[in-house]
């Protein structure tokens, strides 16, 4: 589809942000709160969380139309993840560059060719927090060892596409950015976006 459709336009009202009160900040994340007025015009309580990092996610997709994986312990749903390879870009540096050493760093891989796949908003109710996500391609082991942040214990898994599309699909991978970047990738197979020959492992 090229351009925008013409029921994207925006409607009615926005929100009015207010006076806005810091409540908590780290390294990391802030929160803070605003006397707002909502498209209603009713005033409303609203506690936004602001990152400082843009989410960063990577599907490494081998030549055989193998998918590998990152397994690691969430601390806030308390459950263990296998998830693609994620991680943050601060403002400062560019998201490829990050998205190219977030897939050294947790998976010891380097990509000869990469596609952004998708911009989008994670959970815009109540954060400002937005995702670019990556398509690595023609991989290979990278030159240096990886190494992996100081606080994460990472499990590798290097399996078939279509039983990631499926464990994802079935709830085993609930990472809603896994979920999104396995989807994408089968959309962009099915619809001959991809090397006829990697569609076909990918899918078969």
Not at 26 to 34: A, Q
Not at 97 to 122: H, I, N, P, Y
Not at 162 to 167: D, F, G, K, S, T
């Amino acid at each position: 589809m090229n351009g925008k459709p013409v029921w994207l336009k925006a409607s009615g009202k926005p929100w009015v942000r207010g006076e806005g009160r810091p409540i908590y900040d780290n390294p990391w994340i802030s929160l803070t709160e605003y006397q707002a007025i909502a498209p209603t015009g009713r005033p409303a309580l609203y506690g936004l969380v602001s990152f400082k990092n843009a989410a960063i996610a990577v599907l490494p997709l081998h030549d055989d139309g193998t998918v590998t994986l990152v397994g690691q312990h969430r601390l806030p749903h308390g459950g263990y993840s296998w998830e693609i390879p994620e991680g943050g870009a601060p403002a400062a540096e560019d998201p490829l560059d990050a998205a190219k050493r977030e897939l050294a760093e947790e998976t010891g891989l380097e990509a000869a060719e990469w596609r952004e796949l998708m911009r989008v908003q994670l959970s815009n109710s109540i954060t400002d927090e937005r995702a670019i996500g990556y398509l690595a391609l023609e991989l290979s082991e990278a030159g240096g060892a990886h190494e992996a942040d100081e606080t994460e214990a990472l499990a590798l898994a290097r399996v078939p596409f279509r039983e990631a599309l499926e464990a994802a699909l079935a709830g085993h991978m609930p990472d809603v950015l896994t979920v999104a970047m396995l989807l994408r990738a089968y959309h962009m197979a099915r619809e001959g976006h991809l090397a006829p020959a990697l569609a076909r492992a990918m899918l078969g």
